[in-house]
């Protein structure tokens, strides 16, 4: 669970937090309800449920949990931190301030919430040896994709000190907090469990972790395409601007997919809890003391009569000579997309010219991926713009020589990017985040995946 709920709502007017997969227009729950279909289980299932931190697992998948023991499918867990960055947690729990070994009270902290998760998943029907805790850093998921890659360039963690997993903790002993280090102990659990569905945290989620975790998953399945039989993929939704509501017990209410998100081309799916089921869960999240102290209410909002996922975003085709266009929010008309001449073209239109807008900062995510060589080699390029003033960055690193054309013109901007930049990719991951006149805005956006091979033998 996100340490800090994050409240930008008053910021709503100031934004056009651009969606670069479309945001449409609000439609109503009654809507939403009629677009839910039920998820089931079988004995022959085989379910990997991944949780950034420990608590996710529970709130996002603890029906899913108890489904899976009673149908007899095989069923594990993996935890991609132990949610240690918790300052708000650190002192409402232990009751009082810390000013000496700070950095051994936080680790400490990690390891209550893994002890508590063992608890948890122990009333839900889990013994211990079908849970994996990884032990990378809480809070520092999303900045080791985008920057920290190859040894020497550790992410270090600004609360515990640390740039490898503590002693004792973790699969691999001292294993680096980088990228590379992630994507193969998770390839590895795909690669020995072989699952048939997989729960992962959403790409939509407002949590760093959380999208980060989603990322790792897409590039690990790329990577294992030719070995793995390809899984199901259902996505959990834990952070989103006042969601859900209302806050508290609601054992009798239903979950439903925020408003502006049911907007989306996404198919919804709802797994139906009877009540046995949402007492245990209810049980289940108590065990979580370490955040039920100052964040009961939200926590327990998660203990419904049902659970909802998502499927996957569909990957944007953009074969050579292709065109895409992705319907905007607010003061953005849309996003237009086109490959040729060995380079991708990305246009942004406003709804009023430039002077009347207000000052533009837009930051490009585009991280490529090549079926014939290691992700960790590739670029992970950052684009941003303010105003007329544009700027490019691989890895965290300002790079001069780009080849990028940028156009600002009365509506709108535009830029051509090389496609050997991003290292001549099959496939591109990215995402747009966008804000107007100073205001700040969601540090990540959701990402969606460029297919660039539309027409060829794809890997998605």
């Known amino acids: 669970m996100n340490r800090f709920i994050q409240k930008r709502h008053a910021l709503s007017s100031l934004l056009s937090l651009l969606s670069f997969w479309g945001l449409l227009t609000n439609i109503s729950a009654a809507g939403t309800e009629n677009s839910l279909t039920n998820l089931s289980l079988t004995k022959n299932d085989r379910i990997l449920i991944l ?74 029907g889990i013994d211990e040896t079908r849970l994996i ?42 294993s680096p907090y980088t990228g ?7 390839e ?34 790329w990577d294992l395409g030719k070995e793995i039989p390809k ?12 969601w859900p509501s209302p806050r508290g017990f609601h054992p009798d209410k239903r979950l439903f997919p925020p408003e502006k998100l049911g907007a989306l081309n996404l198919s919804w799916f709802s797994f139906p809890l009877n009540p046995a089921q949402i007492e245990k869960k209810r049980l289940a999240v108590m065990k979580f003391q370490s955040q039920i102290r100052y964040s009961r209410d939200y926590l327990l909002s998660f203990v419904r009569s049902n659970e909802i996922f998502s499927e996957d975003f569909k ?19 849309n996003i237009s997309f086109r490959s040729e001449d060995s380079r991708l073209t990305v246009e942004i239109r406003f709804v009023k010219r430039r002077s009347k807008t207000g000052t533009i900062r837009e930051t490009l995510y585009l991280f490529g991926y090549q079926k014939e060589k290691a992700f960790k080699d590739m670029p992970k390029i950052k684009i941003g713009f303010r105003s007329n003033k544009g700027y490019v960055y691989n890895q965290g690193r300002l790079i001069r020589r780009t080849g990028i054309a ?41 990402w969606r995946v460029i297919n660039l091979t539309a027409g060829r033998n794809q890997l998605d």
């Not at 963690?157 to 691999?172: K, N, P």
């Not at 899984?231 to 006042?242: K, Q, T």
């Not at 709108?412 to 966008?434: E, H, K, T, W, Y």
């Open 51 to 124: 949780a950034p931190h420990p608590d996710d697992e529970v709130i996002g998948c603890g029906g899913i949990i108890q489904e899976a023991t009673k149908t007899g499918a095989k069923i594990k867990v993996l935890y991609l931190t132990e949610g240690e960055h918790n300052p708000i947690s650190l002192v409402t729990y232990k009751k009082r301030l810390f000013f000496k070994d700070k950095q051994q009270a936080f680790i400490k902290l990690g390891q209550v919430r893994k002890q508590e998760s063992i608890e948890a998943l122990g009333t839900l």
């Open 133 to 174: 805790f990884l032990d990378y850093p809480d809070s520092g998921i999303m900045p080791i994709f985008v920057e920290h890659w190859g040894r020497g360039n550790e992410y270090q963690d600004s609360l515990t000190g640390l740039y490898q997993a503590a002693e004792g903790e973790g699969v691999i002993p001292n």
């Open 180 to 186: 590379e280090a992630i994507l193969n102990e998770i």
């Open 188 to 221: 590895n659990v795909l690669r020995e469990f072989r699952p048939t569905k997989i729960f992962c945290s959403h790409p939509l989620d407002q949590h760093g972790d959380h999208i980060g975790m989603y990322l790792f998953l897409k590039v690990a399945l």
């Open 231 to 242: 899984p199901e993929i259902y996505l959990y939704l834990v952070h989103y601007r006042r």
């Open 315 to 333: 990957a944007i085709p953009l074969g050579v000579g292709l065109n895409y266009s992705l319907k905007g929010e607010g003061k953005i008309k």
């Open 406 to 446: 940028f156009a600002f013109k009365p509506n709108g901007v535009s830029f051509r990017i090389p496609l050997a930049l991003l290292g001549n990719p099959d496939f591109i991951l990215s995402s747009l985040r966008s804000g107007l006149s100073g205001a700040q805005i969601d540090r990540w956006s959701s």
